[in-house]
């Protein structure tokens, strides 16, 4: 029935949530599982570096495909889709031919010699993380959720794994780093093993004046939402520079320790709902059915989920990563119980923030991160120079991000219920 979230499109979004889930649940418990030794074996400073070198290829590796890997399900043909999966692909492997020249220059120019080694190596994990996220993006359009599910088991555990590893072998290098790179390598090749049975499709359905054709078509998402992902992701990741250089390597070890534990449920349970979500809803746009009942849905079920996270977190964080972690990590859980209100609603907001992409809304997300991000740099700037603590500075933070989250959450659902709306007087116009 149009207008309404049948029981059986209900169901059918509950299960695909569930079989996402499912697996990266697993994942999650493999992080958690293997994180009380993982810690252990790395010093805060070596936590600190490995958060700084990540924060660094996660920001760009956003971006490094154009974004085009979210638009990827926007189209109603699987024609444009495939050609906006290569040409995601191409982008990446140009943007990471000019981030090498780019690192060359600033190298010449005194540049990256705190980052040793690694600091070449951006590049390959830029290209990596970026491509990998294309071929979700096409499992997510073509409805795999278990595939999805596999690859996060997969690189949960190589990730642990080759951690632990590195640590016993006294490897030279940072051993956190050699096994992300590691484990992400191997995940690239089980993600493009996965869509082995769209090799045809792919092959026959791709060429360069169609890419051309749904790059223009699609082209808000590199010219507005690169940019408003970019900022997005400056929001953590930003902290630890800022961290970085206010207060060193020790502090930003600490934080990461906090903000890793913290986004466990949004980068698994979370990121779930979101790929779900996106899917439905252009699902219901292409078929000219009300989008409310969805948003609602999600609404409740985000808020169902993170509720308990959030009660331990403010209640026993300290206790918690004392206890699991050691003594010397205790200051983590303050971070993290500073921390919780925002991490929280934000998990709420993810799935929502689809919306106003599919509505082509992408600058005014642009604006609201602009507004967040100052926010936080200048609330870093004026707390330093009163000499405020961390702990001080993340708490008002936290309060501050959570009144400008609520506020857009309250206007993404109006948008939703607008369209319903718009959608009821035009079918009762036919």
Not at 18 to 45: D, H
């Amino acid at each position: 029935m149009v207008g309404k979230l049948n029981l059986k499109n209900r169901s059918e979004f509950i299960k695909n949530i569930l079989k996402l889930m499912t697996g990266t649940v697993i994942a999650q418990l493999l992080t958690i599982a293997f994180s009380p030794i993982v810690q252990r074996m790395f010093t805060q400073e070596e936590w600190g570096f490995f958060a700084l070198v990540s924060s660094i290829y996660g920001v760009i590796a956003l971006v490094a495909g154009g974004k085009y890997d979210v638009a990827l399900l926007v189209p109603k043909r699987n024609v444009d889709a495939v050609n906006l999966l290569g040409l995601s692909i191409l982008v990446n492997i140009g943007f990471a031919i000019t981030f090498y020249g780019a690192l060359f220059v600033l190298s010449v120019l005194g540049w990256g010699d705190k980052l040793g080694v690694w600091y070449y190596l951006l590049p390959i994990f830029v290209f990596i993380v970026g491509t990998s996220q294309s071929f979700i993006a096409w499992n997510n359009r073509r409805k795999r959720y278990r595939e999805i599910a596999n690859f996060r088991i997969s690189q949960s555990l190589l990730n642990n794994v080759f951690s632990i590893s590195t640590s016993l072998a006294k490897f030279p290098l940072n051993g956190i780093l050699v096994a992300y790179l590691s484990s992400s390598v191997i995940s690239l090749f089980v993600a493009i093993y996965q869509i082995r049975a769209d090799f045809r499709l792919i092959s026959k359905g791709i060429s360069f004046k169609r890419m051309r054709y749904v790059g223009k078509k699609y082209a808000r998402f590199p010219l507005i939402n690169s940019f408003q992902s970019l900022l997005d992701a400056l929001q953590i990741n930003g902290l630890i520079y800022v961290i970085a250089f206010y207060f060193g390597d020790y502090y930003v070890g600490i934080f990461s320790l906090a903000i890793r534990i913290l986004f466990l449920p949004m980068g698994f349970i979370g990121s779930s709902i979101a790929q779900v979500f996106y899917q439905e809803a252009n699902s219901l746009i292409h078929q000219n059915e009300k989008l409310f009942p969805l948003v609602k849905k999600t609404l409740k079920m985000s808020c169902l989920i993170i509720a308990p996270v959030f009660i331990g977190l403010v209640f026993l964080g300290p206790q918690l990563f004392s206890f699991v972690y050691g003594k010397t990590w205790e200051g983590s859980g303050i971070y993290a119980q500073y921390l919780a209100a925002w991490v929280c609603i934000d998990f709420i907001r993810a799935p929502l923030s689809q919306i106003p992409l599919i509505f082509n809304r992408h600058h005014v997300l642009l604006g609201f991160s602009i507004v967040s991000n100052s926010c936080i740099f200048l609330l870093f700037i004026l707390g330093s120079s009163l000499q405020y603590n961390l702990g001080t500075i993340l708490l008002t933070l936290s309060t501050l991000q959570v009144l400008l989250i609520f506020v857009l959450i309250i206007w993404i659902i109006r948008i939703s219920k607008f369209y319903d709306t718009t959608l009821s007087i035009h079918t009762n116009k036919k």
